[in-house]
């Protein structure tokens, strides 16, 4: 897995692209992994590389937008150097996750579904994890945490931000 | 030589199990001791968790919750030798907690190293191949069928059914796809399983695949759980390697391969037709049936979907035998149950046992009431398309058609509990909103009326026209249960409606008690 951080992600290339569908391609695989690939590597999907991936499938541009804004993972812009996915989910609320959520949003600064102006964390809303015994949970750079609280979330947001 | 076992569960590491191996290891170099950590899968106990398990003559002494500064102590007062602490908890099967599970499907999560073949072998994994193999298809369909399986993913749909439909079917390409989308709040045990013990559900694949004829198989897992996917890829290569998976698994004539399709965010691709459209490439969107997957499902051709849990239980059933699993559980409910304990409840984890043990039973005894100390005010069972069970309907048994009879669901195993300061209103509409968020689209009442839910519980909880409102909402449930496509649509109504009917008092202007609460 590409740590789901924007520390490591490559500059726009049409190569890059065109090699990610090449080696998917002849895996026979289809358009879902070739988009995610797309955006392990880039950090979001770019407009130029759904037409190309359109032309190299045979499929309409509307097609690929369509799968691209189906899913919730795929990201129209560059995310953040850091990404703190908050799960906003039914387990995690029974423990303060919505008391946690508004922290985190007063903390950054900003919305969920948003990234902080310094370019630092994107916050975004996740539906489960999994960690629904060790509620509330995030994913930090896809590090699982759990049993998070206020000053746990201080410690992290702050470890990272300086 | 000491061996030590220390979680690689998502959820372990989430409370620090990683920090903790590396103090364990850093203190038993400081102090010049031989040890060997081995990193398992989660037992399920996540109160206690980090939890650190040492060999002692045998047996495993457990000690926890861990906390990294706690290492240096536990060493001190000879935790090596199982010796005495305030954190030691005696020998892990002894715990109470343990001994009173049934653990079938879980036998080996938490106790082995998931990616060591020989550890697997060694505690039975493989011989429900064997015999498989042994007695051929039609025969292990039918054993699948005498012990009553249904589908652990929430439908309950008689497994046996199903795989005899895909083994009838006209020879040519069929597959077998194993549904890990498990999005439901509140439930883990997929998650567990997939970190814990992934080569049993590849036997389980593989034994579906020489049963109806199809040599492909394909999991898929979603993507919020990137260390389950790395634990399976580690694990498909392993499985290649011991050729319990690629051309002739086990020696016989049969070919079975996996391929690992990761998902992308969307609930909705749970529900199997969305799921297949989305391993096609395409929108998660419900396709209507019939036809049925078993006839018409993965590229159009015939395709056994079940869920990791429903697979897993197939090796049980052919090593122990369709009677013996048969003979547990309740009613129409046979076998074990993995029961997901989440949310606001002190003791949380996963506790697999027979059917029938009552709602009351798990929450109160086994859960022992809420994390916070509270009372507890509803349990929602299933996910968020549950009901939500207040108190007085806590003598419902475990069971398929008993929680049915009572509006509600079992679905995927989830019991996610809540304390008194949990406002229904605010949890029917999280449940319309969930809905609006969520929708595939293909469908109006799901598109449609879950937005216009949102709406007409926002009108309610301020107070706007309350009585019409409420009337309203349960019309619109009506309509949704009724005339949506799938059950993302047609099962939203189940926490709307329960919230109404068990806890109407919430519904009306937002209660001050609630804001002095938070």
Redesign the interface.
């Known amino acids: 897995?590409t740590p789901?951080s924007g520390q490591n992600f490559a500059p726009w290339s049409e190569d890059r692209v065109r090699a990610i569908i090449g080696a998917h391609a002849s895996n026979g695989a289809?358009?879902?992994?070739i988009?995610?690939a797309i955006q392990n590597e880039f950090g979001h999907l770019p407009e130029e590389a759904i037409a190309i991936v359109a032309e190299s499938l045979n499929l309409s541009r509307a097609?690929v937008h369509?799968?691209a804004t189906?899913?919730?993972?795929?990201r129209r812009a560059p995310p953040g150097r850091h990404m703190l996915k908050l799960c906003r989910?039914?387990?995690?609320?029974?423990?303060g996750g919505e008391?946690l959520a508004q922290c985190a949003m007063r903390m950054l600064g900003h919305k969920f579904g948003e990234t902080s102006g310094d370019g630092s964390v994107t916050l975004e809303s996740?539906?489960?994890?999994?960690?629904?015994?060790?509620?509330p949970?995030a994913?930090f750079d896809?590090?699982?945490?759990?049993?998070l609280d206020e000053a746990k979330l201080q410690a992290l947001l702050s470890e990272f931000r300086s | 030589m000491t061996r030590i076992f220390v979680a690689r569960d998502a959820a372990a590491i989430s409370v620090g199990a990683d920090r903790v191996a590396i103090a364990v290891d850093r203190e038993a170099k400081r102090v010049g001791r031989n040890i060997e950590i081995v990193r398992t899968g989660s037992r399920g106990l996540f109160w206690l968790e980090p939890l650190i398990e040492v060999e002692v003559g045998g047996r495993r002494v457990a000690y926890g919750p861990v906390a990294p500064s706690d290492v240096e102590g536990l060493f001190a007062s000879g935790m090596l030798d199982g010796a005495r602490h305030a954190l030691a908890l005696g020998i892990v099967d002894n715990i109470p907690w343990l001994g009173r599970q049934t653990r079938l499907t879980f036998a080996r999560c938490g106790v082995i190293d998931p990616l060591s073949f020989a550890d697997y072998r060694d505690l039975g994994g493989g011989r429900a191949l064997e015999r498989a193999l042994s007695i051929g298809a039609g025969a292990v369909i039918e054993q699948v069928t005498k012990a009553g399986l249904r589908g652990r993913g929430g439908a309950g749909f008689p497994t046996g059914i199903k795989w005899r439909a895909v083994a009838e079917a006209p020879l040519g390409q069929k597959y077998i796809v194993c549904n890990a989308d498990e999005g439901d709040s509140g439930t883990f045990a997929d998650r567990m399983l997939m970190e814990g013990d992934p080569l049993q559900l590849f036997e389980a694949m593989a034994i579906a695949g020489m049963s109806v004829g199809a040599s492909h198989g394909i999991i898929y897992c979603r993507s919020e759980y990137p260390h389950a996917i790395a634990t399976m890829r580690e694990a498909i290569a392993i499985a290649r390697n011991e050729r319990l998976l690629g051309a002739r698994i086990a020696d016989s004539q049969f070919d079975f391969d996996i391929e690992l399709h990761v998902g992308a965010g969307s609930y909705v691709c749970g529900e199997e037709t969305a799921l297949l459209e989305s391993i096609e490439g395409r929108r998660g969107q419900v396709r209507a049936k019939p036809p049925l997957p078993a006839h018409r499902g993965l590229f159009g051709r015939p395709t056994v979907i079940n869920n990791v849990l429903t697979l897993a239980a197939v090796t049980t059933i052919l090593t122990e035998g369709a009677d013996a699993y048969h003979s547990l559980g309740f009613g129409r409910s046979r076998g074990t149950m993995p029961i997901q304990l989440g949310g606001n409840v002190k003791h949380s984890g996963l506790f697999e046992i027979p059917f029938g043990m009552t709602l009351g039973e798990l929450i109160d005894e086994v859960g022992e009431g809420t994390a916070s100390g509270r009372p507890v005010k509803a349990v929602q069972a299933g996910g968020p398309l549950g009901a939500y069970f207040p108190r007085s309907l806590f003598d419902t048994p475990y069971d398929y058609e008993a929680f049915a009879a009572r509006d509600g669901l079992i679905g995927h195993g989830g019991l996610v509990v809540f304390d008194d300061t949990v406002d229904m209103a605010k949890q029917a509409r999280f449940a319309m909103k969930f809905c609006a968020i969520e929708s595939c689209g293909k469908c109006t009442p799901c598109r449609i009326g879950s937005t216009r839910g949102v709406e007409t519980i926002d009108k309610i909880r301020s107070g706007e026209g309350v009585k019409e409102n409420i009337a309203l909402v349960e019309d619109l449930c009506n309509t949704m249960k009724f005339g949506s496509l799938c059950a993302l649509g047609g099962f939203t109504p189940y926490p709307v409606m329960s919230a109404l009917k068990h806890f109407r008092e919430d519904f009306g202007p937002a209660p001050t008690r609630l804001q002095a609460a938070e």
């Not at chain 1, 896809?142 to 049993?147: A, K, N, T």
């Open positions: 897995m789901d289809s358009l879902l992994p988009l995610t097609d369509g799968v189906f899913y919730h993972d795929f989910a039914e387990a995690c609320q029974s423990m008391v996740v539906y489960c994890l999994g960690l629904c015994a060790c509620a949970a994913l896809g590090q699982p945490v759990g049993r």
